[in-house]
C-alpha cells in the first residue's frame, strides 16, 4: 500500500472548514435578506450577492484544497483520486461561472451536477479490496458512504422542486463529500502507523 504524505491531512481537513466558514460568512454579509434553510449555496455566490467574494473564495479554496487530497492519496484507486480531483475542478468552474442573481443557469446547473456526481462515486472508484486496505478505501464504507451522497442528492432535488428546505439538504450533501476525504486520509496515515481497523 502506497504511503499518504501527511500533508493530504491538512488538504483534506481544510475543506469542510472552509466551505462552512464560506458559506457562514457569506451569510452574515448578505443579512436577513438570505433564508439558509430555503436558499442554496449558489445564491451566496451569484453576481451582485453582498457576500460573492467571500463565498467565491471558499468555493476556489474548496477546489484547490480536492485537488491536493486527489494529489496526495495514493493509497486510493487511481479512478477514485481522478474523481476526487474533478470534483475539484467543477468547485473551481462553479466559481467562475456563478449563478445569475436572478433566475436560474444551465452552465452553472451543469457543472454543479457533474460535480455532485464525480465527489458521490468518487469513494466507490477509490475502494480497494483485501483487509490491507486502510478501513477508508475499504468497499463497505465506500459504498455506504456513496449510497449516502445519492440519498443526499434525491432529497436536495425534491426539497428544489418542492420549494422546501433546499438549502438544509445541500449542505447537508456538500458537508458530507467535504469530510469524506479527511476521513480516508486519516484511517490510510492511522493505517500507515500500524492500527487495525475493523472489517
Not at 477508508?136 to 449510497?147: E, I, K, N, Q
Not at 425534491?158 to 458537508?175: K, L, Y
Request: with cysteine; glycine share 12%; charged share 10%.
Amino acid at each position: 500500500m502506497r504511503v499518504v504524505p501527511k500533508w493530504a491531512l491538512f488538504s483534506s481537513g481544510c475543506a469542510p472548514v472552509l466551505l462552512a466558514v464560506g458559506w457562514t460568512v457569506a451569510g452574515l454579509i448578505e443579512g436577513p435578506a438570505y433564508d439558509p434553510v430555503t436558499q442554496t449555496i449558489s445564491v451566496l455566490a451569484a453576481y451582485g450577492a453582498a457576500g460573492f467574494w467571500v463565498m467565491t473564495g471558499a468555493l476556489v479554496a474548496l477546489g484547490a484544497c480536492h485537488l491536493l487530497t486527489a494529489w496526495g492519496l495514493r493509497a486510493a484507486a487511481l479512478a477514485g483520486r481522478v474523481a476526487l480531483g474533478a470534483g475539484g475542478v467543477t468547485a473551481l468552474v462553479v466559481a467562475v461561472l456563478p449563478a445569475p442573481s436572478n433566475g436560474g443557469s444551465l452552465r452553472h446547473g451543469s457543472v454543479t451536477v457533474v460535480g455532485f456526481t464525480l465527489l458521490a462515486v468518487w469513494p466507490v472508484l477509490a475502494a480497494q479490496r483485501g483487509r490491507a486496505a486502510p478501513w477508508g478505501l475499504r468497499p463497505v464504507p465506500s459504498v455506504a458512504v456513496t449510497l449516502l451522497m445519492g440519498v443526499g442528492a434525491a432529497w436536495f432535488v425534491i426539497e428544489m422542486q418542492g420549494h422546501g428546505a433546499a438549502g438544509v439538504a445541500e449542505r447537508v450533501v456538500t458537508s458530507i463529500q467535504s469530510l469524506w476525504p479527511f476521513v480516508v486520509v486519516t484511517s490510510c496515515l492511522r493505517h500507515a502507523d500500524g492500527e487495525s481497523f475493523p472489517d
